[in-house]
Structure formats: structure tokens, C-alpha cells
């Protein structure tokens, strides 16, 4: 395959070519109440090539490695058609390397059969916690994707990884109230991740059933204490997607808002993407243009201080690569995405982070976030009211929004205790979705977030 | 293909089903007013299910020189599959539909046409970043099964779509505006200017009361009310009985002014089709009339779990086991034009588009939506852009307080919307 693959590199006639070839196995496996609905495995293989010639990109793909060639031919042309005389690409060093999946217990390794077993016992759990349950939801999913990525400009890499992840989700209802509860987990740690959650699986149908008690949030304007899931579904929003480039390499108002050295939070607060950071989710190692994932400080000590780019991006703005170009499979354009994201240790305990508040709310598990860069959105599985510093009842369909210019700066306490996730799911962009992604950070406190209902 | 379907003759199933699936697309992009890519994009798949012991099996591969390993992976998927309580059904009558148009729309008309916008832009809405996308592609659907079924359809999609990007004293303003067809498309010049209209409006800010008020629903934002609706009526939850619609054909269940309609068969319509993913004849049906719900979303799966017959709702990619959807979902417009319905609001919100939709606890119908692109309405006028608002409610109580429906409605894909404007529903506004 690589003689073949090198042949066609020769066809290059543009500024840059690269060719990416990849082949998936993927097993999954749900459970939909008692029935199990889906158990079994699914092959894709194909490619990709992507040209570049002046300021724009040509891109084809094909299933079978007996239509290289043409897509060489065809990428070309789509590369040359346009007549636009933008910046090149930015320049890096050619890589060779070979990264391996870093997993310790390797779940191909496991049986459908085992797999299966795994899902029932956790779908048991929940169904057969009593008559107020009335479904759930158990997917177990792992995934084994391999790339071959090569350029004309002599990078060569055969990354391979694997990801194996469970979620499960418990329905409770009393006459019209339906409520669910939620909880995921996934890596590139291997098949160590999906074992051993019964008592999390428990947890979920506790807080299916405690919802069907809680009432509505009241809207209005309250101080939160997130805890570290909603957090890092929170910082992924507000400042993740403002920090890709691709938003602003053309537009000048936008560079000048976001320039380095522009304050955007108190000066404890740190934001980070890092795509190296082995055996998490959203770890790539190189990004989908072969470079180098690294750690990439978004905000230092309160002060913008980076962004994330993909070739383009940078040359644009005549920055650093960063390692953030990325697609969800072969099929589609790399674009400027985030990859293990979070908001950094600060130095309160989580008793601290409810001092003084007196009239709260500690929001707890996302459910989902949306941004439009400055204006943002995200919502939580639960809540706990905070009256005087004491957390006291449940409440529900918590949907918070906020401002990035201000919410930032709200920001009035982070914890000591910081958790990354990743999950099953993903984030989307540009019709790309899900992208394999992790978000985090401590505990934080935030003032002034409007929170809607009645 | 057809080894596959051999492959599987000779096994002993009590049904089989060979969906195979060509796409090919070639979308031309302009990303902040410069032309980014230019992409020719092939796919080209099966999935196949299996009946065996009463259990059903599936595998999907695009690696269609291999068909033995996806018959494999199927069966060995059906020794842990769902019991089964349906057949695949045999051929049938189908309508012939407008579905398909080879005229084809040039790259190089396309190119011409994004930077004539461009252009035409530059002079009228200076530092607006505008991304297009013009796309033209194909669909190929063949589902083979031991019922004798052999389902063939070819399809063809035209679509545009174009937004706009700027920073004012309102903050960042988002604007967007699409149109998508089965045939070449008409020439869309009014999308600009209905751009432009919004950008203007939104170069001021004003703030909104908090309370009970009235708010009108553009079509683009009234997508986000309907995905309660779609989760609501979908076979799926209706089987699990966690919908709140369960067990209530017949019954009224919102406002007698609002009827849906899911109209699978409407000429070069987003969703139209012959059949269903499953070789299921599509129709025309009410989901809900005058407020009473006539009927769900269902495929044969979620139809045998609920005692009924599939109705033509099935939606796959070959990757992955059908699920229902709406084929065209159709909410009758009204009499008034959305103009109208604007220039009698005293005091209220009209939303064009909103943030964090499907965030809130869909099953119940509930929303809680931050207002992406939103206008304070006072006698008639519009005041300027809203922020930091967000308006909430159920769907289930708010489409009982829909005062006006638009005469004039937006295809979105296969959502053909008008404007809705509610009474009383809750506004949290940053003081």
C-alpha cells in the first residue's frame, strides 16, 4: 500500500498535496429498555486527498484504494479551478513516526458475547430499580481507526487508536413527568474504562427518580458553583470555539478583540487545550495535517495568551501551528478544533466556592452546550439551590447562558479538584459531528448567569 | 450487491434485507468571504439485516468486495439481536414523484454566482464575513429483500445556504439564510436582501421586560419547538412509553389552529420519496389536526411494538438501523402574512434565530432557549436587537396560546414552517 500511495504522490502538480487513507471497526452495542436493539460490528475503510494551491483547497474522496489515482487527479483540478491568491500553508517540519494505541486491556481482544453481558448487567440495574423506571438507554461502543496520512512534503504517519467507551441513561415517569438522568464514560485508555460502574449506574436511577420530585428552576439571575463536568462543558463553549482561528484569521474586529494580551477572566483563572495528553479522549497525538499535538495555553493568569490553528490559520495570522486541524473521518476537510480542553487548578476547597452566596444554585452534569462565540448556552442534568452557603433541594431544567465578555470575568473562585471527561459523544462544527473531544476543570463559581424559566 | 444477496439466499434466515446506499457530492465553500475548497465527495456502502432464530442481526461495510464478512458479522450480531415481530415486506405500488433532476448545476455557475454575492455585498455590508455553500449531489437507494422487494430510487438535491458574520454595538451578529430543493434552484436574490434586513436591525440594542410576553417564532427559530414535537411523536419513545403522547390518538392534545402534516410525497420537496428506508410506500398524513393527534412516526420496528402499521417514516444511512423521522413535516400556514402579525404586536419578541436548542428535557417538551438573533417589537416597530434573553416554556402548553399563524411559510430541508405567535410565554431578560 505505500509504494501505491507514494506513486500517487508523484502525480502532485500543486503547492501541497497529502493523501489520508483510514479504515474503522467499530462494535456497538444498546440496550433500549428490555430489548436489546443493536449489538454488532460495523468495517468502513476509504481516503481522502486534499490539494492546496493558491489560497484554496481541492478535496476527494473515494472508497476503494483503486480510485487514488483519480482522486489525485480530481483534488487537483478542484485546487486549480479557483483563481483566489491567498497565503500558503503554514510551513512545518516533515514528520516520520508510528504511534501505536496505548491501550492496556485491548477491547477487540474481548468478545461480543462479554460485551454484551456488560451492557445487560448495567441496563438490569436500572430496570429493575423498581416501577417509576419506566426506560433506559446502555450503549457500549469501541472503536479502532487506523490512518495513513503522507505529504509531498515528505511526512509519513500511521497513527492508530482505540477508543471503547459506555454511557447509560435511566427514564423515570410519573404520569407526565418523564425525567433523565445521565452518565458516560469513555477514553483511549481500553476496556478498564467500561467496567466496574455499577454503583455510578445506581446513581443515575437515584437522580432520574429524585427529578421526578424536584420542580422547575425559577429564571432570573443567580451565582452558580458548576461542578467540574458542566464546567468543562461551560469553558469548551464559551472560550474553546471563540479560540479557533478559522473564526477570525479574516476579520479584523475580531482579531482585535481577540489579541494577545487582551484581559478576559481574574487572573487565577488558566485555560488550556493540550491533544497530547495520552489515553484521553480527545488525545490525537498529530492532528489530521500531521502536526504535532501540544499543549496550548488559551488564557495565562487571566490574559489571553493563544488560540488554535491549523496550517492555514496560522499562516493567515502569522502565528505558531498549534496541532488543532481535524476531521471526524476521512471523508471530510480537516477544519480548527478543540481536543482536551479545561479550565486549570485554582486553590479553593469546594465550602469555600459556596461561602456567602445567598441565593444560588450548584448546577451539576451537562446535558449539552451552544455557542454562537459571544453568546453561549448550556444546560445541566440537575441543580441543588444554595441559600446562605448551605446547598438545600433539587431542581431542574437548569439552562444557563452567558456572555463570553463578561461571564469570563465573573468567574469569582475555582477549585483545587480537576476532572477531565470525555464520554461517547462529541462536538460538532461545520456539519462535522461528533468529533472525539475532552473537557474539564475544577469546581468554579460564577456570578450574574441568567438562567431561563419562569 | 448482488453476491451479497446470493451469500445471504443460502443461509437459512426467516428474512433477509440488502440496503445499499451511493451518495456523491460536491459542495464549493467560501469561508470568510474568500473561496476556502472546492470537494468531490463519494460514498458508497451496504447494510445488511439478518432474521435468525427470531432475532434480528445487522452489519453495515462499504467493502463491497467482501461479502461474506458483513453477512458473517450480521449473523453473529443476531445471536444477541431484539426479537423480532415483523416481516420485510414484499414489492409495491409506489407513486412516481418529483425526485429527480440530472440538469445539474455547474461548479463554474456556482463559483460565478458566491462571488457575485460577494460583490454585490461588499458595497452593502462592509465588514460582514460571509460563508456560502453550494451543493449540488446525488442518491442512489436500492433495498433488495427476501420479501421479493426490489426498491430502487434516485434522488437529487440542490441547496444554497449563506451566512453572514459581524461585530456592531450589539455585539457579534449571526445572520443566516438557505434554500435547498431536489431540482436547480430559482434564483435567490430575496435571500440577500432579507440578510441585509436583519443585519440593519441588529446594529441596535434594546432590552427586553422580563415576564410574560408575546413572541413570534421566525421559521429558522421554530425549528427548535418542533424537535419536542419530534421526539414526542416518534415510535421510539411511543414503544417505551416515555412520551407524553403515548396512547392518545384521537385525543386533543394543543391548540385546535395548529395542524401538522407529514407530506412524504410533495414535488421536489427535501424529503420527498417513493418509499421509506424500508420499501415502505410514503403518503401524506396528518400527525396532528386541528390539535388532535392522528397519528405517530413509526418503521416496522417501533410499528409491531405498538400494535400498528408502519407508516413510511423509516430513515437510515447504511451504516446504521432505520429510526423514525418526518418525511416533509408541514405545519399549515394561516391566513395573515408574517408582516402583519409583526405590525400588530404592541410589545413582544420576534426570534430569528436561538442558541442551545434540544438542550432541555425534550421528552416533556420542555425548551429554555438563549435568543441567538432576536428583535423587541413595540407598536409595530422594531425597537432593536435583544441580548442575554432567554424565553422558555412546553410546547405542550405554548401551542394552546398561538394566536397567529404566517400565510407565508420557509422550506427548511424537509421543515416547511411558517411564523407562530404565541401568547404569555416566560422572558428572563439581563437587567
Known sequence: MESIIKKALELAAVEYLDIRLEESVITQIVYSGKELEKAGTNKKKGGSVRAFHRGSFGFATF???DELFKAVEEAQRLARISETKGPGLKRVDPVKDRVKAHVEDNPLEHSLEEKVDLARRYNDIILGAGEKVQSSRVLYEDRLVKTYFYSTEGTELKIEKIYCGVSFASFARDGSNVQMAFNSFGDQRGFETVLNHETDVEEVVKHSLDLLKAEKVEGGVYTVVLDPRIAGTFIHEAFGHLSEADHMARNEKLKKIMERGARFGPDYLNVIDDGSMVGERGYIGYDDEGVRARKNYLIKDGVLVGRLHSRQTAELMGEDVTGNARAIDFSYMPIVRMTVTYIDRGDKDFDELLEGIERGLYVIGALGGQTELEMFTFSAERAYKIENGRIGEMVRDVVLSGNVFETLK??????????????????????????????????????????GGK | MDKIFETLKKKDLEGFEVYFEETESNPIIFEQNELQSLEKKFDRGVGVRVIHRGRLGFSSTNDLERPDEVV?????????????????????????????????WPESERIEIGKRILEELKGLAKDVKIDMEL????????ILNSAGLRAKMEKTFYSFEISGFTITESGFVWVYEQKASLKPLPPFDDLIGKLLEKLEHANRT?????GEL??????????????PFAVGLNGKNIAKKISPLTDRVGEKIIGENITFIDDGTKPWSWGTRPFDDEGIPVRKRFLIEKGVLRGYLLDLNTSSKVGMQSTGNAFRKYTSLPSPSFNNLIIEPGEVPSSEILKDLDYGIVVHSVIGGGQSNLLAGDFSLNIGLGFLVENGEI????????????????????YAISKDTEALGPYILPYIAFEKLSVTSKE
Open chain 1, 410 to 451: 465573573n468567574i469569582e473562585g475555582i477549585g483545587k479538584d480537576l476532572v477531565l471527561f470525555g464520554g461517547l459523544g462529541g462536538c460538532g462544527k461545520r456539519g462535522q459531528f461528533p468529533l472525539p473531544v475532552s473537557d474539564g476543570s475544577p469546581h468554579i463559581r460564577i456570578k450574574n448567569v441568567v438562567i
Open chain 2, 206 to 210: 434594546a432590552r427586553s421586560k422580563s
Open chain 2, 214 to 227: 408575546k413572541v413570534v417564532f421566525a421559521p429558522q427559530a421554530l425549528f427548535s419547538l418542533i424537535r
Open chain 2, 383 to 402: 425597537v432593536g436587537r435583544v441580548k442575554d434573553t432567554m424565553v422558555a416554556g412546553n410546547v405542550y402548553d405554548c401551542f394552546n396560546r398561538v
Open chain 2, 72 to 104: 458473517e458479522y450480521a449473523l453473529e450480531s443476531a445471536k444477541y439481536g431484539e426479537k423480532v415481530n415483523y416481516t420485510f415486506p414484499g414489492p409495491s405500488e409506489t407513486e412516481r414523484l418529483q425526485i429527480y433532476s440530472d440538469e445539474g
Open chain 2, 135 to 142: 451543493n449540488y449531489s446525488r442518491k442512489k437507494v436500492l
Open chain 1, 63 to 65: 472508497n476503494s484504494i
